[in-house]
C-alpha cells in the first residue's frame, strides 16, 4: 500500500518565547486531519528550544498538546544550518480537522531570523 506523504516547510523567522502558527489540517469536507510522521528544525540559533504543537483554532488559539518533543537548548544545542529531527509523541500525532500545527519558542535567546520548520504529514489517521 502506498501513501501520499506530504511535506511542508516553513520559514518562522526570529520568534522568541512565542507560539506561531504554521498551518491548518484539512477540513473534513476536503480529507479531515493528518498524522505527522516527523519534523526537523534548522536554526542558526545555538541556544533557542522549539517544540511542535497543535492548537485550536476556536476563539483565542490554545495549545491542544505536544507533536514533537522540544529540541535545541543549552543542553542539545543546534548546529548551525544542520537539521535538528523532533521525537514525535505518539499520544498527539493525529491533528485534527480545525486545528493548526504550530511552533513554541522556549525563551532562551531569539530564533535565528532564517529558522525553518519542515513537517512530514500524512492525510488521516
Known sequence: MAFNV???SVNVGAISNFTHLLFPAPSDAEGGGITI???W???GTTTSSVE???MSS???PAVNGTIGAAVGGTA???TAECPKPMTISSTYQFVDAGEWVAVKEGDVQAMDGSAIVAVQY???K
Open 6 to 8: 506530504g511535506i511542508v
Open 122 to 124: 500524512v492525510m488521516g
Open 37 to 39: 510522521l516527523g519534523a
Open 58 to 60: 476556536a476563539g483565542t
Open 41 to 43: 528544525v534548522v536554526s
Open 52 to 54: 511542535l504543537v497543535k
Open 76 to 78: 542539545d544545542a543546534f
